[in-house]
């Protein structure tokens, strides 16, 4: 849930929120604590997305790049609740 709000907030949010970190800050709590969930590096890309959006490092193309980690965030969370 915590993925699509993230996601929502890129498509239709102003690209200097703070929020979507704190939002990554949570998502890299969850991978820390339950190993095997999600592959750390998707969210490390993620955050590092989230972090050049913020600062306005190229936002318009970094979005995109961002839009891909939470696809994979959205999609390997269906995976873990449906016990793929």
Same mark, same amino acid.
Do not use: D, H, K
């Given at each position: 849930?915590? #993925?699509? $709000?993230?996601?929502?907030?890129?498509?239709?949010?102003?690209? +200097? %929120?703070?929020?979507? *970190? =704190?939002?990554?800050? /949570?998502?890299?709590?969850?991978?820390? #604590?339950? $190993?095997?969930?999600?592959?750390?590096?998707?969210?490390?890309? +993620? %955050?590092?997305?989230? *972090? =050049?959006?913020?600062? /306005?490092?190229?936002?318009?193309?970094?979005?995109? $790049?961002?839009?891909?980690?939470?696809?994979?965030?959205?999609?390997?969370?269906?995976?873990? *609740?449906?016990?793929?």
């Amino acid at each position: 849930m915590l #993925a699509l $709000a993230i996601a929502w907030q890129l498509l239709r949010g102003r690209p +200097g %929120a703070n929020w979507p *970190l =704190a939002g990554y800050a /949570a998502i890299a709590g969850y991978t820390i #604590a339950f $190993a095997g969930g999600l592959n750390p590096y998707w969210v490390a890309a +993620g %955050a590092v997305c989230a *972090l =050049a959006v913020r600062f /306005a490092f190229y936002p318009r193309q970094v979005r995109w $790049a961002e839009m891909a980690v939470m696809a994979y965030v959205v999609w390997r969370s269906v995976g873990l *609740l449906l016990m793929w």
